[in-house]
């Protein structure tokens, strides 16, 4: 059994774990991780400032220990992330690296991405 590893700053945490299962049981191949907060979030997660707010996507506000989502921004000041996807150029798992990405974007897991804060476009 091979592994993929993936780098992501927090926003695919969720999702990847909430797939990882069932993704490795068709693919045989242990997927693995480094997600982490970044900036702010991280920030306010280690913070204890009990008045502390920030401001970033909602897909990183989900995956981040000692934050919640309080509200979205107003239509009018809002800011839409592109969500995508990358390979390093020396990356060994190529065929599996691309069907985990197929499967992250497919149809049958629209529910969960907007579970997660993955709006559609």
Request: with cysteine; net charge negative; glycine share 10%.
């Amino acid at each position: 059994m091979g592994t993929l590893h993936i780098l992501s700053g927090g926003a695919a945490q969720g999702l990847v774990r909430a797939l990882a299962d069932d993704f490795e049981s068709q693919h045989d191949l242990h997927l693995s991780g480094t997600f982490g907060a970044v900036g702010a979030m991280k920030a306010m997660g280690l913070s204890k400032d009990p008045q502390a707010i920030g401001c970033t996507q909602v897909t990183e506000i989900l995956s981040t220990p000692g934050v919640q989502l309080v509200g979205d921004l107003p239509k009018a000041h809002e800011l839409a992330t592109v969500y995508t996807a990358v390979l390093a150029k020396r990356a060994r798992q190529v065929e599996m690296a691309q069907a985990l990405i197929a499967h992250m974007a497919s149809p049958s897991l629209s529910d969960l991405r907007a579970e997660l804060g993955f709006l559609p476009a």
